[in-house]
């Protein structure tokens, strides 16, 4: 699975960006995605994940409440919709494929995108 993620850019605190991310080749409808973010000298943090279906969505603390996750499977594309944006959302936001059921570890996710930037003014 080859994961090309997109949408990010420069926002204004309390704003909203939608990111993107592709997928080609392999079986991007059999996975659960996710979306991970790491911001200068922190780790790279879990921020939402989704079923193969879409039937289940699972949101990283910080995040709850103001971010959405959605995909469609006829376009192999997952999708992170941000809202109320704040300073603290800054990072580099990843789309990940993960091979097994455990949404939150990074260590299931074995296909990774390029990363896209997400820089939040305050």
């Known amino acids: 699975v080859q994961l090309q993620a997109s949408g990010g850019g420069l926002v204004q605190a309390g704003g909203s960006l939608r990111l993107s991310c592709a997928a080609s080749?392999?079986?991007?409808?059999?996975?659960?995605m996710g979306w991970f973010r790491q911001a200068p000298g922190k780790e790279r943090e879990f921020v939402a994940a989704?079923?193969?279906?879409?039937?289940?969505?699972y949101y990283g603390d910080s995040v709850k409440g103001r971010f959405t996750i959605s995909r469609d499977n006829a376009k192999n594309t997952v999708f992170l919709q941000m809202n109320s944006l704040k300073a603290e959302d800054t990072a580099v936001y990843f789309c990940?494929?993960?091979?097994?059921?455990?949404?939150?570890?990074?260590?299931?996710?074995?296909?990774w995108g390029q990363g896209t930037q997400v820089t939040v003014s305050s």
């Open positions: 990940a494929a993960n091979r097994g059921a455990q949404y939150g570890s990074i260590s299931e996710y074995d296909y």
């Open positions: 080749g392999g079986t991007f409808g059999r996975r659960i």
């Open positions: 989704i079923t193969p279906t879409g039937l289940f969505t």
